[in-house]
């Protein structure tokens, strides 16, 4: 049971267009979520998380936007640049569990010139 | 910076073969953790461990075992390698805590190919 969905294995967007990544989850007791990228064979690096008693966070180009009542994360960069072509997972966690992670399957985001 | 050192990148194992991938953080961090990617399943969690021998298993610890001797070496162990485990293992790690220091920082990742 995938209880982090990212349905769009890939998207290509233009320089300078903003990129928007999607993620929905399942489990109600998700109350803190992030998202990662990650090059090939590199591993994943932290980019912006977001805690469930926010709706939005901000960090430069990247914004996350949480949405509870419909179970639903995304991830906005703007304006998109080629170096951000890369793989993007959402994950979640439940406070209180270590630290675990649950991991979507990852967004393949290419920026064309 | 935090920094997850992983120790192999790149290994060819036979099947049948014991395969030890070790992991060492700098960070004093209290957990520590296993996850394989493959591509379209994400990453998923073997096994993690929040403190000196302790030891919990993730959602696919079959096939696999973990020792937490040091708090900052993590190894990941294959008993019997086989090809289904031919994939990237990535390590991380993390400190003991909630909300935001729950982020958990990834070494660069070990390709394994079992031949």
């Known amino acids: 049971d995938q209880q982090v969905k990212q349905n769009s294995p890939s998207l290509s967007v233009q320089e300078g267009r903003i990129s928007i990544l999607n993620c929905d989850y399942t489990?109600?007791?998700?109350?803190?979520f992030l998202w990662y990228k990650k090059y090939p064979a590199e591993g994943p690096t932290f980019l912006i998380s977001i805690s469930s008693i926010k709706d939005k966070n901000e960090d430069g180009r990247f914004t996350v936007f949480l949405n509870k009542s419909a179970k639903h994360l995304s991830l906005h960069i703007v304006p998109s640049q080629p170096g951000d072509s890369a793989v993007y997972f959402c994950a979640a966690s439940v406070t209180g569990t270590a630290s675990k992670l649950t991991f979507g399957t990852g967004t393949r985001l290419q920026v064309t010139l | 910076d935090v920094k997850v050192t992983q120790s192999s990148r790149y290994l060819v194992k036979r099947t049948g073969e014991k395969v030890f991938l070790e992991c060492v953080q700098d960070?004093?961090?209290?957990?520590m953790f296993w996850y394989r990617q493959d591509p379209g399943l994400g990453l998923r969690l073997i096994y993690f461990?929040?403190?000196?021998?302790?030891?919990e298993k993730g959602d696919i610890p079959e096939g696999y075992s973990v020792s937490r001797e040091k708090k900052e070496r993590f190894s990941l162990i294959l008993e019997s390698a086989s090809t289904n485990q031919t994939s990237m293992y990535l390590c991380?790690?993390?400190?003991?805590?909630?909300?935001?220091?729950?982020?958990?920082?990834f070494g660069e990742g070990s390709w394994l190919t079992v031949v």
């Open positions: 960070m004093d961090h209290e957990n």
């Open positions: 991380a790690s993390s400190l003991l805590g909630t909300g935001e220091e729950n982020t958990i920082y």
């Open positions: 461990s929040y403190d000196v021998k302790m030891k």
């Open positions: 489990n109600s007791m998700f109350d803190y």
